[in-house]
């Protein structure tokens, strides 16, 4: 059923699968996402819709390995199937012409403001894209994003390429020299989001994030995704995940996202010495 | 159960406790064939049957305990299917004590007939052997869609495929069954049984489309281009109601359906060999008194946890889960707190619950639902400590279809509006099970089911559309 068509290594730890799955292809929509289970006895994880060629009827994802689903979805290859892969989930990004639009994307995070610059982009936006990661050879997508930005500004942390420092010192920078910014969309670790949007919160931007809470089954039943949404529990699989920066509660996603990280390590040391090992 | 019970009518075989506490085994192993025998000679075979009428599915409960005296077993269960599509399901998870044997005669005066037992007996019988329960009708060159595969779906599509009709569901999870699969546990409900009566309706030529997110994968209207003559709507109730009291949102705080999930759909009691993990703590608290905190109290204890409380609102009488259930709950060491409310939970200093604070409850008038409303006691608050909660105080109306559909008419909390044929506001769109009453129960869902592919097959049939 749902067919690795193509696998690319982006960069260390990082991989781009294009996958066959054409219900998703024919309907996704930027900001949306799948839940992907690598095998029948996995795990369900989220990973965002990046593209999608109705055509092929295929979609692109994007993902850094971090612990042992995504390794495993990275240990398969061309021509293996996905067990499991439901979508599109979440509610679509609202595209629409804001004026000029910064998007940041810290890590993998650049992946996930690719569909949101093509689509900004379409609709008459003036589009700057800062991108970060820890040094240069870590950097992913600049060449993509500068095809359908008007602007792309790259940080790094030890200066190795661009501006040395984080996207939100970028960000913050760019205001100061008087930009005007009339909207900002953020992804990737919370304390990037969280200094996103402590900037845009001085500068009173509009800004959406894309919250990446635990999920499990997508859609609506669990619960564990929930977050706290000016004060109000929302669920990110269904409310979201894009949910207004200025109004979310970052240190509770941040400690909700730590609740299983002795067995998330366990899992992964364990499956990567049964690969070392054979 | 009494003394006095066991004398008056069989008993079924359990599992030791000291087994049940360490696996996932089923732990209510049924009756023999003997003790079937004589559980069906107590039937008084009542002209006007009380039993029937307390049957949300009305199964023709006397004439299939007469086939069962005869030795017909086959028969029996022919009788049976004739209005109830998963019968080793009901007869393993019916509320038998406040349906068919709360209203059986013997009832009123001694003890019931063990119809459920009954029931399931034959089911597993007919599974175990494969007899086909039901012959198809050639193709009638209609089409029906079925969203969700719980048993409200699963009734619609099995009476529907028997018609003629080509029937797809579309399953927004990975695995078919609705909470039969991710929500009652392994213990009261092995899922080799779920699975054998879902084999049983793709035989007949059931799809079943998984991975399908009705509402995101494919939109209703979608459905209808693709030629699909009628929808109906099997989607559960399926979301969980999030206690609104501070320390919530601390880690180790679950609602039951994260909790049963992770457990019974995900297999998280078998990580690292399954990849879901788990986060068991030593003293854990469960708040709720239905199926589902009974359910989730007894998986905790089978993970070796230190002690379970169950912390219940109202008093035990009025817990609304399975008598069977809270007596093996007992049996297995959970305790539970009856007459309290939780006020507030306190976690350490890594934001992880630590203890729960509790008020006690006096239970005052009686409301229209016939049970006394808690009021809290002021100044009787006391701590408990427990380093996992569990909470399991009901469901609401998933919103991931409905909120696609803004025509679809809802009531206030969310629940599809339907009419007594199960018809919603939409043409040629039927709803049924827990989408329409709330967390209900699965034989009123498999009720609804046969109300909508009756009513789906006279409007398709006549109208010939
Ligand atoms: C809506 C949404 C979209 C996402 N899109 C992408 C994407 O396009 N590309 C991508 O690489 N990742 C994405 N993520 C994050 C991705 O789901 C997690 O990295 C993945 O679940 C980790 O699984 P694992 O078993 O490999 O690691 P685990 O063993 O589960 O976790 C390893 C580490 O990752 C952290 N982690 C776990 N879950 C998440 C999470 N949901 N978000 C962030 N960190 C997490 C844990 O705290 C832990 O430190 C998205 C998350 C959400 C909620
Ligand atoms: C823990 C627990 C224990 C219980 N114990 C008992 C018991 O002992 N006895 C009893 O009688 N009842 C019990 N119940 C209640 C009973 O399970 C439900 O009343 C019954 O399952 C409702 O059936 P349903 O068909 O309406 O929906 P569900 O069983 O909820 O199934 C709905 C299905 O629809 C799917 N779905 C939802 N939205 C979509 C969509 N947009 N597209 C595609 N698919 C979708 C869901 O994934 C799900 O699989 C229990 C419930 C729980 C949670
Ligand atoms: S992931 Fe389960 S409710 Fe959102």
Redesign the interface.
């Known amino acids: 059923m749902y067919t690795i068509i193509d696998k690319i290594q982006l960069t260390e730890g990082i991989f781009k699968m294009i996958i066959k799955a054409p219900?998703?292809a024919k309907?996704w929509k930027p900001g949306q996402f799948v839940v992907l289970?690598v095998n029948e006895?996995?795990?369900?994880i989220p990973l965002t819709i990046v593209d999608g060629n109705t055509y092929e009827e295929t979609i692109t994802l994007i993902f850094q390995v971090v612990g042992?689903?995504t390794a495993l979805l990275a240990s398969k290859n061309v021509g293996e199937q996905i067990?499991?892969?439901?979508?599109?989930?979440g509610k679509p990004s609202e595209i629409k012409r804001y004026g000029k639009v910064a998007l940041i994307g810290g890590g993998v995070g650049a992946a996930e403001i690719l569909p949101q610059a093509r689509a900004l982009k379409q609709v008459g936006n003036y589009v700057i894209s800062i991108v970060g990661a820890r040094s240069s050879s870590k950097l992913i997508l600049v060449e993509e994003l500068k095809s359908f930005c008007d602007e792309v500004h790259v940080c790094t942390d030890d200066g190795s390429y661009g501006f040395k420092g984080f996207v939100s010192d970028a960000l913050s920078n760019l205001i100061e020299e008087g930009y005007r910014i009339d909207y900002v969309y953020a992804v990737g670790p919370v304390p990037m989001m969280k200094a996103v949007s402590k900037v845009t919160f001085k500068h009173k931007i509009k800004t959406v994030v894309s919250a990446n809470p635990i999920m499990?089954?997508?859609?609506?039943?669990?619960?564990?995704c929930?977050v706290?949404v000016g004060g109000e529990?929302k669920?990110a699989c269904?409310d979201g995940p894009d949910f207004d920066a200025h109004l979310l509660d970052f240190d509770?996603l941040e400690?909700?996202l730590?609740?299983?990280i002795?067995?998330?390590r366990?899992?992964f040391e364990?499956f990567m010495r049964c690969q070392c090992h054979g | 159960m009494g003394n006095e019970e066991k004398s008056l009518r069989e008993m079924p075989q359990l599992l030791p406790i000291e087994e049940r506490i360490s696996t996932f085994k089923e732990v209510n192993l049924g009756f023999t064939e003997e003790q079937v025998k004589k559980e069906a000679s107590r039937c008084l075979q009542c002209p006007k049957a009380y039993c029937m009428a307390g049957c949300p599915a009305n199964v023709k409960i006397p004439k299939f305990i007469n086939a069962i005296r005869q030795g017909n077993y086959k028969r029996a269960i022919e009788i049976i299917c004739e209005t109830n599509s998963l019968p080793a399901v009901t007869g393993r998870v019916c509320q038998v004590e406040m349906q068919c044997e709360k209203a059986c005669i013997l009832g009123r005066k001694g003890i019931p007939v063990s119809i459920g037992l009954l029931e399931r007996f034959v089911a597993d019988i007919a599974l175990k052997r494969g007899w086909k329960r039901f012959a198809c009708d050639a193709f009638n060159g209609k089409r029906v869609a079925v969203v969700g595969s719980g048993p409200a779906g699963l009734t619609v599509a099995g009476d529907l495929i028997k018609l003629g009709y080509e029937v797809t569901v579309f399953e927004?999870?990975?695995k078919p069954g609705g909470v039969l699969v991710?929500g009652i546990p392994e213990f009261r409900l092995p899922k080799n049984v779920v699975e054998k009566e879902i084999k049983t309706l793709e035989d007949s030529g059931v799809k079943i489309c998984?991975?399908?997110?009705v509402g995101?994968?494919?939109?209703l209207k979608e459905i209808f281009e693709e030629g699909y003559d009628a929808v109906f709507l099997g989607i559960g109730a399926?979301?969980?109601v999030?206690l609104?009291v501070p320390g919530v949102?601390l880690?180790?705080i679950?609602?039951a359906?994260?909790f049963l999930?992770?457990t019974v759909l995900?297999?998280a009691y078998l990580?690292?060999?399954?990849?879901?993990?788990?986060?068991f703590g030593k003293k854990v608290i469960v708040i709720g008194g239905g199926n589902t905190a009974v359910d989730s109290a007894r998986v905790a204890v089978r993970m070796g946890v230190e002690e379970v409380k169950i912390a219940y609102r109202r008093s035990v009488e009025d817990m609304p889960a399975r008598r069977e259930e809270i007596l093996r709950a007992n049996e297995e060491g959970v305790k539970i707190l009856q007459l309290v409310n939780p006020v507030r939970f306190i976690g350490d200093e890594n934001?992880h619950v630590i203890k729960v604070e509790l008020v006690k409850n006096q239970l005052t008038y009686i409301d229209e639902t016939g049970r006394s409303v808690p009021v809290p006691i002021e100044g009787s608050n006391f701590y408990v400590e427990g380093d996992m909660v569990i909470l399991a105080i009901g469901q609401k109306a998933?919103?991931?279809f409905t909120?696609t559909v803004p025509q679809l008419k809802l009531d206030k909390e969310g629940y599809i509006i339907v009419d007594y044929e199960a018809k919603t506001s939409l043409e040629r769109v039927w709803a049924g099970g827990d989408i329409i009453r709330g967390s209900a129960t699965v034989i009123q869902a498999i009720g609804d089911g046969k109300r909508a592919a009756a009513s789906i097959n006279k409007t398709l049939m006549s109208n010939n559309i």
């Open positions: 219900h998703i309907s289970m006895i996995g795990e369900r042992k689903t067990y499991s892969i439901m979508g599109p989930l499990i089954d997508g859609t609506g039943m669990c619960g564990v929930r706290i529990i669920f269904i509770t400690s909700r730590k609740t299983y002795k067995h998330e366990k899992a364990d | 927004a999870l990975h991710y998984t991975n399908f997110c995101k994968s494919i939109t399926g979301a969980p999030v609104d949102n880690g180790g679950y609602t359906n994260e999930v992770r995900m297999k990580f690292p060999k399954y990849d879901t993990p788990i986060d934001n998933n919103r991931v909120q």
